[in-house]
């Protein structure tokens, strides 16, 4: 064609126009930044999850005292510059108490869902592979299911003493079913896979279908759920303790804050509040780093940005 040249368009020939860029670009969605954009809900609760976390392990080096020091001149005492969040009763310096409680709450959340997580993993392998099993099993985690948590785990408390140790045991037994039954009803829809079928058929033993082709397509819902579990653990904690089942009083937690302020709810409202927004607030961070994972793990939530 010469230079120059225009190419005629027939009459009836429409030219597409360029599509607009959809996606932006590659560096703008790597680093720091294109991360909070593809997931914020995990961003914001990974954050106050690692603040809770900070605050709780470097306690002793933020200006605390000792939570369990008594001074009772100087008991009830407002906000101010001299106790923060002010005092209690019995002249304990509520913010030490506070920081210090987190470390409880937030030790009893991690401790029942890895336990809880691990122990209804194994139990709902067994159960959604072994058919023989499954409903033995099952109509055993039915009927722990029948009784709401919190009860269950005030009549395991009731037998046992007051301490952490039993508080993470009996709100962990409280959470086993529900994880044995997300494990199991996942490990019915994997069993019924054509590659657990081919490696049935050339002669794989159930151990290692279970290790290589059932764990690790469990993990990211049981991720997700544990993270829920931890939340829920927390909140048991803090029931168990305001209800004088839980923690023994001597031990600084945010249930026991709660409950030793009640009294004086009306006129000293601030023993209450300050350790139920930090409670809500960690609450709320576990739930968020949650959401995010479950739009970050699945495909069909996950943010193509």
Partial sequence: MPDGATVAIPPGLAIAQAMPDVLPPVRARR?????????????IGGGLLLLMLLMAVFAPFLWTKDPTSLAPALRTREPGAQFWFGSD?????????????????????????????AIGLAIGLFAGFIRLADSIVMRVMDGMMSIPPILLAIALMALTRGSV???????????????????????????????????????????MIMWRHILPNTLAPLTVQATYICAAAMITEAILSFIGAGTPPIIPSWGNIMAEGRALWQVKPYIVFFPAIFLSVTVLAVNLLGDGLRDAIDPRLAKKL
Wanted: proline share 4%; glycine share 10%; with cysteine.
């Fill in 31 to 43: 680093g720091l930044w294109g991360f909070l954009r593809r997931y914020p809900t995990m961003a």
């Fill in 89 to 117: 009763m019995l002249g304990r310096d509520v913010y030490s108490r506070v920081l210090y409680g987190a470390r409880v709450s937030l030790l009893v959340g991690f401790s029942v869902a890895i336990c809880a997580s």
């Fill in 165 to 207: 140790q039993n508080v993470i045991l009996a709100i962990t037994i409280a959470e086993i079913p529900r994880v044995t039954r997300l494990v199991r009803g996942v490990v019915l829809s994997l069993r019924e896979q054509p590659y657990v079928d081919a490696a049935v058929a050339s002669g794989t033993g159930t151990v």
